[in-house]
């Protein structure tokens, strides 16, 4: 029996995709030729490329709307420093929530001055910022949406005149949002698309060529998108299962249909942290908490050892939390069945009984 996956990423993908995938790894379109022995100039990937591309456009509504996606290569670490190197002239506004908006805030530095708006890192990042100002006369905003190690959650984004640049590396197709308000997405696809390896990239193009800089062409956005997201050797089997995800995300209605469930899963999982008094939540304010990432610990005097084992023998993975952070993360990306939440809260019910 496949156990139930909770891990941060990579991490767990639909059933019905993996055998898809697997398939085609053996004989793909009955060429009798193996998806990742084919040439990615071949019209059958190129129909794939052009598949995922659409999908993605069409599943944040923004299909014919001035964006273009792209699937690159390098995760969203290399986005972190693409996004500077399109974007910035010469000051960038950046909201630092986490471990991985404060490399996007490193990178950023190398080209200009970095405003840091806000910041929760002083208490250890278990809260989002609100009320700050975002400089006029910022080339952009930076934010990351959802924080998979501590496990928060953006619910508001800003309102500015910069363009807004969102890292939703860890949530994006998860939640209905107006992604209208996004000049610039990225997020890599090993939590809610596919495997690790390509990262998807949504760019309005209106607001590339503005730098006076010379662009490396792998890091120039321009480049990708006027060879179709095939400038280089594109990560034929993690597009392909990206592709395959997206249509399996209309088989569940679509972005909105995927938000009920992860209401449920995190309604469900969160109610019994709140109940039970051996668990605390980590997250100070619990209008930031997470849907993809639960993130907790057990209160004083609670038996980890007995706990620890309890999951474990349900058959649970991926549960522990990270090494910052300590204690436990329950991740709920979209694949990750309801059931699975609901063997994670009996255990707990099961461990308070015994406690």
């Not at 005149?161 to 998860?174: E, K, N, Q, T, Y």
């Not at 939590?191 to 998807?200: D, H, S």
Request: one cysteine or more; proline letters at 3%; a negative charge.
């Amino acid at each position: 029996m496949k156990k139930h996956n909770f891990s941060a990423g990579p991490c767990v993908l639909p059933q019905s995709v993996l055998r898809q995938a697997s398939e085609a790894v053996l004989n793909f379109n009955e060429l009798d030729l193996s998806l990742i022995e084919i040439s990615h100039r071949s019209k059958e990937f190129v129909a794939v490329m052009e598949e995922a591309r659409t999908l993605a456009l069409q599943h944040l509504g923004l299909e014919g709307k001035g964006y273009q996606a792209l699937y690159l290569q390098g995760g969203a670490s290399t986005e972190f420093l693409m996004v500077a190197y399109n974007l910035m002239k010469s000051k960038a506004a950046y909201l630092n929530t986490g471990t991985w908006s404060s490399k996007a805030i490193k990178e950023a530095a190398i080209f200009g001055e970095v405003a840091e708006v806000a910041s929760s890192k002083h208490q250890n990042f278990n809260y989002i910022p609100k009320g700050y100002d975002i400089p006029a006369d910022a080339d952009y905003f930076h934010c990351t949406s959802n924080n998979t190690i501590f496990g928060t959650q953006i619910k508001e984004f800003p309102k500015t005149d910069a363009p807004l640049v969102c890292d939703m590396s860890s949530d994006i197709f998860s939640r209905q949002l107006d992604f209208e308000q996004f000049d610039l997405i990225y997020a890599g696809a090993q939590k809610n698309m596919g495997p690790a390896g390509t990262t998807l990239v949504i760019v309005k193009e209106d607001i590339l060529g503005q730098v006076d800089r010379k662009i490396p062409s792998m890091l120039d956005y321009q480049v990708h998108i006027g060879k179709d997201s095939m400038f280089n050797t594109p990560s034929v089997f993690a597009v392909y299962v990206s592709m395959l995800t997206l249509r399996w995300l209309n088989e569940q209605g679509g972005i909105a249909g995927m938000e009920k469930i992860n209401q449920y899963k995190a309604d469900l999982l969160y109610k019994e942290i709140d109940r039970n008094p051996l668990f605390q939540g980590f997250v100070q304010n619990k209008e930031d908490r997470s849907l993809m990432n639960a993130t907790f610990n057990l209160a004083e005097g609670a038996n980890k050892e007995m706990f620890d084992s309890m999951w474990q023998e349900a058959g649970i993975n991926g549960l522990n939390g990270h090494r910052s952070v300590g204690g436990y993360r329950a991740s709920m990306y979209n694949a990750l069945e309801p059931a699975s939440v609901a063997v994670l809260v009996d255990v707990m019910k099961e461990f308070e009984r015994k406690s």
